[in-house]
C-alpha cells in the first residue's frame, strides 16, 4: 500500500469518529467564522492524526457528551488537512499557543477555555474528559 493512500485512510476514519460522536466538520476559513463566531457555546475539537488524537482525544471527546451540560453546538477542525480552517479557528484561541490535538470552548465567539496537546498526551481519557466537563460546569447548561 501506498504511503498517501495509508494516510488518507486514517484521515478519514479520524474525521469519520468525530462527525459519528456528533461533530460537524469546518472545512474552510468561511465555515469556521460563521459557526464560531456565533452566538452561545461552541465546542471544538481540533483533531489530527496523532496517536494522542486516536487514542484519547477522539475517545473523550465522544463520552464527554454523555454528560449532564453540554455546549449548543459541536464542531471539530483538522490540523494540518484542512489548514485555512485551523488556522482561522485558531485565531479565536486567543491567548493560547497552536495545539492540536487540543479542545477549545467559546461562549459567544470568544474563547472560554481550552485543554491543549500538554493536558490530553500522556493523560487518561478520564482525567481529559474531567478537564472538558469542567469547563461544560462553568460556561454550559445542563441538557433538557
Request: proline share 4%; aromatic share 10%.
Amino acid at each position: 500500500m501506498d504511503f498517501n493512500m495509508f494516510m488518507n485512510d486514517i484521515v478519514e476514519q479520524a474525521r469519520t469518529e468525530i462527525e459519528a460522536a456528533g461533530y460537524k466538520q469546518l472545512t474552510s476559513s468561511e465555515e469556521v467564522k460563521d459557526a464560531l463566531g456565533q452566538e452561545g457555546t461552541s465546542f471544538v475539537m481540533i483533531n489530527s492524526v496523532c496517536g494522542c488524537a486516536g487514542g484519547i482525544a477522539r475517545p473523550a471527546a465522544e463520552h464527554v457528551l454523555n454528560y449532564d451540560k453540554l455546549p449548543d453546538h459541536l464542531y471539530t477542525v483538522f490540523a494540518g488537512q484542512d489548514k485555512d480552517a485551523t488556522e482561522q479557528a485558531r485565531e479565536f484561541f486567543e491567548g493560547y499557543p497552536p495545539s492540536s490535538p487540543s479542545f477549545a470552548l467559546l461562549k459567544d465567539g470568544k474563547i472560554a477555555g481550552m485543554v491543549e496537546r500538554h493536558q490530553i498526551e500522556g493523560h487518561e481519557i478520564t482525567r481529559v474528559m474531567e478537564q472538558i466537563q469542567q469547563l461544560f460546569d462553568e460556561y454550559c447548561k445542563p441538557i433538557a
